[in-house]
């Protein structure tokens, strides 16, 4: 799980007009994880893909793939590599089963009838396999990108947004077919808005803005690490001012004196065990409360404080 | 990994796939409209026409009507081929894939040249429905129009990347090849034009190309064969050159 098989070292790409969209990333992705990519748009998020997988032309630095200079041995790095894009790219007039096999053919696999079947089978295209692709819905036509990337069996799988424009139920779906892609051991990188989508899959988040990254990091240390719990109590009757054993917690009054909002803890849990604490003093201080609604900081939550820091945290793995 | 021959014939063979899907287009419409050339100016208003050079016009005519066809529709055939993936997005595959300049010229070059090679068959069987004619050297015949298809097919492709629009895609073949391919002897000889304009014409590259082909069909033309092989071959030189540069740049291909 910790073999680097793709290493970026110092990338920077800047566009005809002077657009820096990648400013000397450096980033290592290990074998067999799930790394998602978050980064509001323009953050430098599919230039970053399209540098590794040969769409676009880095301006500086080094890609090396399975052991292998992307800038010198590209047919051998590519072949391993394969690419969902954001867009819905695909030969409209094309067959499902002839566009999957073509993609076979075209990273130089021998065809495979059986495999092609199989594939098609996973993401439920094979009663469509003679349709023309035109004739499919949005998020049977993501589906066959992911066919087409998955027809060469890439040991690297980029995901650029593969849930954009699809309905909840269908993403589900998909996320379930992106964990059952790991369980095979093909290591996946994707970017995404949803960041509940990195949240349920991502055994790494990286996060960039601006075509630099800002943090990497596992995603449970992420969300243990700057992860916050926050707890409303609604008391019975407003309060001007708090006591000292009160003040004492992480917690200010607001709408007039009638809520107590407490902000503390960690990812870990321990702002749980601290609003225990906080009502058994509230009780012990003969105040009353009707109500209390609590929950953990998400990685979205992670995500926005992050991007609004101006001074976002280095990279800390 | 090698030259990459099964993404080179999978492109070859899709290519191939898309003239057939769309075979009206590309193979009964060119073959309807040089019929009707033959029907015209081969058999209505050439039964009326002096031999030239010992050769009947209506038969005179079928190597300037092969290159008509020929070199308008390599060519569109081979833009639209690299345009359309250009176009919809499609080629992130070809340009993420273990595909270099070689396999990607086979691929689109290759199959577009054979499209042509198989709709000059069609057009050269269909003249003989309307046309009484012979072939003097047909190996040469068949190496020069496989020469020609090979050159505009990779021309094609260097107008397919360059073009960032359907119009400028249809600009070279309808308002440049077809003009020079009606100005370069395919309907007379350019030795029938009066001074100064048979030497004018001479500054016509497809001239050279129609009187080659017409050499191989009837033995005699216009300008010596080794004028018109070596400037074919010197425009394929070109071209190569041109699409080594465009692969080593990315021009228009990678951002």
Known sequence: MSEPILTIEGLSKVYKGGVRALDNVDLSIRKGEIFALLGPNGAGKTTLIGAVCGLVRPTTGRITAFGHDLAKDWRQARAQIGLVPQELSTDMFETVLRAVSYSRGLFGHAPDK?????????????????????????????????????????????????????????????????????????????????IEEAEEMADRVGIIRGGQILMVDDKDAMMERLGTTEALIELAEAMSELPPEIAAFPVELRDGGRELCYRGGDGSGSGKAEVAALTMALTRAGIEYTGIDIHDSSLEDIFVSLLGSEDAPEEAA | ??????????????????????????????????????????????????????????????????????????????????????????????????????????????????????????????????????????????????????????????????????????IIPVLILTPLTFLGGTFYSLDMLPEPWDTIALANPIAFLVSGLRWTFYGSSDVSIAVSLGLTLGFLAICVTVIAFIFKTGWRLRE
């Open chain 1, 114 to 194: 059986a495999r092609i079947e199989e594939i098609l089978r996973s993401l439920s295209l094979w009663e469509k396999r003679d349709s023309q692709i035109r004739e499919l819905s949005g998020g049977m036509k993501r589906r066959v990108l992911i066919a087409k990337a998955l027809a060469h069996e890439p040991e690297l799988l980029f995901l650029d947004e593969p849930t954009a424009g699809v309905d909840v139920e269908l993403r589900k779906g998909m996320w379930e077919q992106i964990s059952g892609l790991k369980e095979r051991g093909v290591t996946i990188i994707l970017t995404t808005h949803y």
């Open chain 2, 1 to 170: 990994m090698g030259f990459n021959f099964r993404g080179a014939w999978s492109i070859y063979i899709r290519e191939l796939m898309r003239a057939f899907r769309t075979a009206f287009q590309s193979i009964l419409a060119p073959v309807l409209t040089t019929s009707l050339y033959f029907i015209v100016f081969g058999s209505a208003i050439g039964s009326r026409m002096e031999p030239i050079g010992g050769v009947e016009y209506a038969a005179f005519i079928i190597p300037g009507l092969l290159m008509l066809t020929l070199l308008g529709e390599t060519t569109s055939n081979s833009s639209f081929g690299i345009y359309m993936p250009r176009f919809t997005g499609t080629i992130y595959e070809l340009l993420s894939a273990p595909v270099g300049v070689a396999e990607t010229l086979i691929g689109f070059v290759g199959a577009a040249a054979t499209k042509s090679l198989i709709l000059a068959a069609i057009i050269l069987g269909t003249a003989t429905l309307f046309v009484d004619y012979q072939i003097k050297y047909p190996l040469f015949a068949l190496g020069y129009i496989t020469l020609v298809a090979a050159s505009f097919s990779l021309f094609g492709f260097i107008l397919g990347i360059w073009a960032d629009s359907f119009e400028k895609l249809g």
